[in-house]
Structure formats: C-alpha cells, structure tokens
C-alpha cells in the first residue's frame, strides 16, 4: 500500500486483518490489500488536486470505522471532510470520492440514502467527486444532483449533467483553457553543409532560433513555461519543412488543443513518473512541477502574446 510512515503502515494492516480475521487466507488478504490500494490511489490523487488548486484550507481523511456496529446499516461515512474558502466565508462539505468506467455514476437507494442521512445528523452537505477513466477529469456536484427516476431504482447522474453543474471551477478554481489551431514550437536550424545520400539529403545545421506561433501564426520569442508545460501534457504532432536557408522542426498540439488546469500537475507528474506515484507522499514533500498562481500568471501572459485563446472560469448550471 502506498503509505508513508511506519504507523500508518501498522495501522492500515491491523484494519485489514480485523476485519478479515487473523487466520484469513494469505491470498485473500493481497487481493483486499489491492483492492484498497486501488481505491486509495483515485483517493489521493483528488486530494493532490484540490491541494494543488485554490482556497483549500482543510482536507481531512476521514475514518470509515463506526460504532455501534449497527450504524452502518443507516449511515454512510463520505471519504474526506473539506473546508473551502469562498469569498472569505470558511464552509465545510464533506465529499465521496468515486471512479467508473462507466460514462454514469449508480448507487443504491440504501446507499444513498446513508450519505443524506449521515449529511442530515451532522448538518454537513456531502458533494460527489467523480471521475469517468476514459475523461480522465474530476467533476464535483452536490449530492442531490443524484436523480431517483422511480422509488426503489437506483440514484444516477450521467457524465453530462455532472459536468453541467460541476462546481471544480467556482469552489476551487479550475478552468479551461483552449490553444489557437496556430499555435506551436518553433526550432528553426540554418544550412551548413548538405550531403546527397541514397536516401536524399543529410544537412549539418546549426541552430538559429527556436520561438512559439501565436494564434495568427507570428513568431513570438518570450519563453513561457505555462505553454511549455502544455506541451507536456497535450498529444503533439512533429513535421519538418524547409526553405532555401532553414530546416524548420515543429511541435504542434494535435488533435486535441484543450484542457483543464486540474490535469496539468496530475499529467506532468505522470509524464516523469519512474514508478507508481504516492500522490499523499508528494502533497507532504511539495512536490510541484510548477504551482497553481505561477501557471495561471503563465497563461495570462500568454493569452497577452497570442499564444492562448481562452480561458474558461465555469459557475455550475442548474437549469
């Protein structure tokens, strides 16, 4: 399990084995144990998102042991307790962390019933984070988003209504932000020398510029790490052209130009990753590639010099 200090390490196997019995089958205490390194993994990635986001003043992991042992047939404990910071005013909510590779999220009326009524004894509301694996994107909704068709069927919401009224941006400020069909990385490199081949020409070069392309296709010589950082993360194609004087390699993203911010530290952790990243290990050490205000400040300087087009701070819609 991906835990970082000893105790934790003691007390997460004591879990296990009390609530499977000392003498459980060896085999079967590695599948739990991958069963909830798994779920622990999806966990902790969001909390490394909304620490890495904005006005977070407290994330707290919350215990999933109750007592009487009959109170799990009424309540249902969220995953972690929050306290935003918005517009000055300190709220708690407590949110239940979920992936699917479903483009729906379904839970049981007993289910659901247990967050309400846990949300109701303790006057808390509960939000659902929800991820959909094929999106790869977090979206944040209130519990009663949730939609009951008929009594007794299940509570679903599909990925669009989700998103709809996803509340990332106006709780947390995530945003969208979109690159110009324009723009790419430039490395222009002068002929020196050319050398027929068998296979057509090999040129010594040296290189003479390397620039960005705004979105109406001017050069732009101001190194951004916001759009470099970009280009981390977005699928990219290369292509070669040349004149008379230059050999011209290009970067540009392709086919998709859009994200948002809240995949940006996820993805460049990823891109450098050597082995499975402890996303609570890097919130403790501060690991960041490049911080939430830094990258912003990136992309407004970059929307000034052409090389962004938009971005996208949402309100949640509920009509």
Same mark, same amino acid.
């Given at each position: ?236 194609? /290369?292509? @070669?052209? *040349?004149? #008379?004087?230059?050999?011209? =390699? ?7 130009? !859009?994200? %948002? ?19 609570? /290990?890097? @919130?403790? *050490?501060? #690991?960041?590639?490049?911080? =939430? ?7 407004? !300087?970059? %929307? ?16």
């Amino acid at each position: 399990m991906l835990l970082s200090k000893p105790d934790d390490q003691a007390r997460a196997l004591q879990k296990i084995f009390t609530e499977l019995g000392w003498d459980a089958d060896p085999q079967f205490i590695r599948q739990r144990i991958h069963e909830l390194d798994n779920g622990l993994v999806q966990e902790d990635e969001f909390i490394f998102i909304l620490n890495w986001l904005k006005n977070v003043e407290l994330i707290h992991k919350l215990e999933q042991f109750q007592i009487p042992v009959t109170a799990k047939k009424d309540f249902s404990v969220p995953d972690v307790l929050v306290v935003v910071n918005i517009n000055g005013q300190k709220k708690p909510y407590y949110i239940e962390i979920k992936t699917s590779k479903e483009d729906a999220l379904s839970w049981s009326e007993k289910y659901y019933n247990g967050f309400k009524k846990y949300s109701e004894i303790t006057g808390i509301p509960v939000l659902v984070a929800w991820k959909w694996k094929k999106f790869d994107i977090w979206a944040l909704f209130r519990l009663e988003d949730m939609q009951q068709l008929q009594p007794g069927r299940n509570y679903k919401i599909d990925l669009g209504t989700a998103h709809k009224r996803n509340l990332m941006s106006e709780f947390f400020r995530d945003y969208f932000i979109s690159l110009p069909d324009k723009t790419s990385f430039v490395i222009r490199h002068k002929k020196e020398k050319m050398t027929p081949t068998a296979d057509g020409e090999l040129w010594d070069t040296t290189i003479d510029a390397a620039y960005w392309t705004d979105r109406d296709g001017n050069e732009v010589y101001v190194h951004n790490h916001g759009i470099m950082a970009l280009f981390f993360c977005l699928q990219v194609q /290369e292509s @070669i052209e *040349q004149d #008379e004087k230059y050999l011209y =390699y290009t970067v540009t993203p392709a086919p998709n130009k !859009n994200i %948002f911010a809240q995949a940006i530290p996820i993805m460049l952790n990823e891109a450098f990753a050597e082995k499975r990243i402890n996303w609570l /290990e890097k @919130i403790q *050490q501060q #690991e960041n590639f490049i911080g =939430y205000d830094d990258l912003l400040s990136d992309f407004n !300087n970059a %929307f000034k010099e052409g090389t962004l087009n938009y971005i996208f701070f949402s309100k949640p819609n509920y009509g």
